[in-house]
């Protein structure tokens, strides 16, 4: 893969050069599109998925089969080593929410490079770290908070990583992330746009107002964000 392609990926653009080294010549580049499962609770994760555009959600699968989302990745970081132990089954289904790319890398590669490189190591923990931080905030807005504020939050999760105003997104797949009815989305939905934060059409959701959709959000975002900042983990482009 070019140079130019890997570094799109944060985490593996703030790797020492030393250790991009280790996984680069066995990185292949492979898209996803939306919809699109990357590998399912119960499964093997046998690679790790660097996500250079595009948006890939973990989703928490209940035993009726309903799921709700528990955290969003995008270029920022990693999938694949963050749903359980390196190399061994999935505990969370990892589900294309936005189309793109990622540089994918055999999951023996990354834990033999993992093995020799303590700084890598640090980088991985630190991203892990943040990640189950935004797990956890997200299960207590999802209990705590009003389903606008929270559909505020999850739209500016989204936006942080789409790298566009624009989303491809129907009510049903809101409601899905969210776990409410799809009706309950059209509602809430039509409350922000009343105010001009955001735009629907036929599948599609555009953010309007971006500092007044951060208004009408909990504070779950802001807090998100600070964690990230504070364990030096790369940001997407609206910090």
């Known amino acids: 893969m070019s140079w130019e392609l890997i570094v799109d990926n944060l985490w593996i653009a703030s790797l ?27 499964e093997a994760v046998d690679e790790v998925w660097f996500p250079m555009d595009g948006v890939v959600s973990l989703m928490t699968v209940l035993a009726d089969e309903r799921m709700v989302e528990t955290a969003a990745i995008g270029r920022e970081g990693l999938v694949g080593v963050t749903c359980g ?10 589900i294309a ?16 490079a993992l093995s020799k490189s303590e700084k ?47 989303f491809e997104l129907t009510q049903q797949d809101i409601a899905g992330m969210l776990g409410v009815r799809r009706a309950t989305v059209s509602e809430i939905g039509t409350m922000l746009e009343d105010r001009s934060l955001i735009a629907r059409g036929r599948g599609w959701v555009e953010i309007l107002d971006r500092k007044g959709l951060e208004k009408a959000s909990c504070g779950c975002y ?18």
């Open 16 to 42: 020492d050069p030393a250790d991009r080294k280790r996984i680069e010549p066995h990185l292949n580049e492979r898209p996803f599109t939306q919809g699109q499962v990357l590998f399912d609770a119960g």
């Open 85 to 94: 132990p390196l190399n061994a089954r999935a505990s969370s289904r990892a």
């Open 97 to 112: 929410q936005i189309e793109g790319s990622a540089a994918c890398c055999p999951a023996d590669v990354f834990s033999d």
């Open 120 to 166: 890598m190591r640090a980088a991985l923990s630190r991203f892990t770290e943040s990640l189950l931080a935004h797990v956890q905030q997200t299960a207590a807005c999802n209990a705590q908070h009003r389903l606008d504020e929270r559909l505020a939050r999850w739209l500016l999760t989204l936006h942080d990583r789409a790298d566009a105003d624009r």
């Open 222 to 239: 802001r807090m998100m964000r600070a964690v990230s900042a504070d364990l030096g983990v790369p940001l997407p482009k609206f910090g």
